[in-house]
């Protein structure tokens, strides 16, 4: 799901062979892309720290914003990776819980040199939080 003031043309998404990827830039206006997205895990690369967070895809659920369990959203300030769970009705005193694993890794330096770089070495982190 696009929201109506993202610009795919806009310099911080890439589309790789393999990884999109949106950057966090100052000065920069805001951007968000949702996704019904099966491969449960999103990374953040900064300096020289790579976090990972897995959550799940409960097929045949319906979830928020057009079907969405991630979302992404980037203006000057900040970037988020946010998961959501299929929308529930909650009656009184009972709870629903989503969960998110998350992992943390030092980076050797930081890797990020091409939008298709991530293909080189994000699988040996992903085979490490056990995502692959």
Not at 58 to 78: I, K, L, Q, W
Not at 107 to 123: R, V
Request: hydrophobic share 35%.
């Amino acid at each position: 799901m696009l929201w109506p003031y993202t610009d795919l043309a806009d310099s911080r998404w890439q589309f790789g062979t393999q990884y999109l990827t949106l950057q966090q830039k100052a000065n920069s206006s805001p951007t968000k892309l949702g996704l019904a997205h099966r491969q449960r895990w999103v990374a953040y690369a900064l300096n020289k720290n790579l976090f990972i967070k897995s959550f799940s895809f409960e097929e045949g659920a319906t979830y928020p914003d057009g079907g969405c369990n991630f979302e992404t959203f980037s203006n000057s300030d900040m970037i988020e990776i946010e998961s959501l769970g299929p929308l529930a009705e909650v009656q009184p005193g009972n709870t629903v819980s989503l969960r998110e694993d998350w992992h943390l890794f030092e980076l050797e330096e930081p890797t990020i040199q091409s939008k298709n770089s991530f293909e080189n070495w994000l699988p040996d982190f992903l085979k490490k939080a056990e995502l692959l």
